[in-house]
């Protein structure tokens, strides 16, 4: 619309910020949020009633109004960003959705350290200076049975500063078929040359032979590195060498096996109908050298990489200074330990949440699907009970699927009711298939039961 003298008429009918901020009520404003982003916000909210002046679209509005725009300004600002949400995808270790929920043990652990001072690097026996290395460390070798262990902050930092230290300035043996991208725009071959290791790559895509790697050793390498193909799988004509084999070329020629093991699985997931893939603990029973691998996948705890191996190796990485800038922060350090004692007392499945979703029998799915399409029904959205997949994720265990059973919710336009759902103050994220949207039990914790259920019924009604 044009700048007609009715338009300018409502403009000078703006109260100014100076006298917006009189009003009692954004007065307590300026108190809860304090007076620079009150009046950011007033300013903020004049310039859009301005605009929408002269677009046409408003009049001059009741100053209260416009301190109730500010106060809507303000609270969108406050919010988090990072807020709880009900996965109900059934993907166990979804990467976009926090990866590994928490243990009720490792959660009280990290408040119990965050909300004070602790013993992060303090000898209560010496009452001197202690080492934050025992935190972790020690269960993490008496679990794997490893000589040595390290904590850092996550598995793209524990396969650097292994490179790092190791092979820096030399060569490292790597199958073409492991030179991965993993997520995240993390590939194998970027970290490597981050490293300062030369990369020799063996063999072809989908095959390489332990003879591809023999004549690849010389005296300018310094291990050779397993990376396990954790995201995608290469069906059909492959062949690898096993951990097994590299280990023993690897110690013939006096350089290490290193495995970026990925998931952390220091249980065989095989027993579930799984796809087995190797665990930390198959890898060190190989011989491998070092294994590193992540905290919260497989492991289900928080985000973390960790090393264990050889006491010699081990002892290099850490006394390396890239160590220092890869550390782990108190808050994972103690999560790690807690999440990691019920591997040492064989309570993991029952206490690590991944490893209990993982095994969630599927008569249990079915009676907690059944439950709640009937609670659905009641309260009249027609839901039905049917066959499905949940997967692990994370890129964890590729091609692996666990049969579930899904409410199964059909809705003329189902992308609508996906948006409303994300909408909700805790946020539901379902699947879509054809027009239904898809509810997998499988990864909904116990405690949101109740929300989830009441976040459908509101949405549809
Ligand atoms: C996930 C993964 C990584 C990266 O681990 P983060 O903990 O995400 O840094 C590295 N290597 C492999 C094989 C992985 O699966």
């Known amino acids: 619309m044009s700048d007609t003298p009715d338009t300018q008429q409502l403009l000078r009918q703006l109260p100014s910020v100076d006298k917006l901020l009189r009003l009692p009520a954004a007065y307590d404003l300026a108190q809860r949020y304090g007076h620079a982003l009150m009046t950011d916000a007033l300013r903020h909210t004049l ?175 310094a291990a050779i590195l397993v990376a396990h193909h954790s995201n995608y799988k290469i069906i059909g004509f492959t062949t690898e060498p096993s951990l097994a084999e590299l280990a023993e070329l690897a110690h013939e020629n006096g350089i290490p096996l290193l495995f970026d093991q990925g998931s952390g699985a220091l249980l065989d997931a095989g027993r579930y109908g799984l796809e087995p893939e190797p665990t930390v603990l198959d890898g060190l029973e190989a011989g491998c050298d070092v294994v590193a691998f992540s905290g919260d996948k497989l492991l289900g705890g928080p985000q973390a990489g960790i090393l264990v191996g050889q006491e010699p190796l081990i002892q290099r990485l850490k006394k390396h200074p890239l160590a220092r800038a890869v550390r782990a922060d108190k808050m994972a350090l103690a999560a790690l330990s807690a999440t990691l004692l019920p591997y040492l007392t064989v309570q993991a499945e029952a206490e690590i949440p991944v490893w209990h979703m993982l095994a969630y029998p599927l008569a249990e799915l079915e009676a907690t699907a059944r439950a709640w399409a009937d609670q659905l029904a009641e309260a009249g959205l027609a839901a039905r009970v049917t066959d499905g997949f949940s997967t692990v994720g994370g890129g964890s265990l590729p091609g692996t699927e666990l049969p579930t059973k899904l409410v199964a919710i059909q809705q ?3 992308e609508n009711l996906a948006a409303r759902l994300r909408q909700r103050p805790l946020p539901v994220i379902g699947r879509i298939q054809a027009d239904e949207l898809l509810i997998d039990p499988r990864t909904v914790l116990p405690e949101q039961e109740e929300a989830l259920l009441q976040a459908l019924v509101a949405v549809t009604r």
Request: glycine content about 8%; overall charge neutral.
């Open 412 to 414: 003329p336009n189902v």
């Open 47 to 221: 310039d859009q009633t301005r605009q929408a002046i002269l677009d046409g679209r408003a009049h001059t509005p009741m100053p209260a109004t416009l301190v109730q725009n500010a106060r809507e300004w303000l609270e969108e600002l406050a919010a988090p960003t990072l807020r709880p949400v009900i996965n109900a995808t059934g993907v166990i270790v979804h990467t976009n959705l926090g990866r590994a929920p928490l243990s009720q043990a490792a959660m009280t652990a990290v408040q119990a350290i965050a909300a004070g001072y602790n013993t992060l690097e303090f000898n209560l026996e010496t009452g001197k200076r202690g080492s934050r290395a025992v935190h972790a460390e020690q269960l993490l070798t008496r679990i794997t049975g490893a000589e040595a262990a390290a904590a850092v902050n996550n598995n793209a930092a524990a396969v650097l500063l292994m490179l790092t230290a190791l092979c820096q300035g030399k060569e490292v043996i790597i199958s073409r078929g492991q030179l991965v991208e993993i997520g995240g725009g993390f590939r194998v071959p970027d970290v490597m040359a981050q490293s300062g290791a030369k990369l020799v790559e063996v063999g072809a895509t989908n095959r390489t032979h332990l003879r591809d790697y023999a004549r690849a050793i010389s005296e300018n390498t």
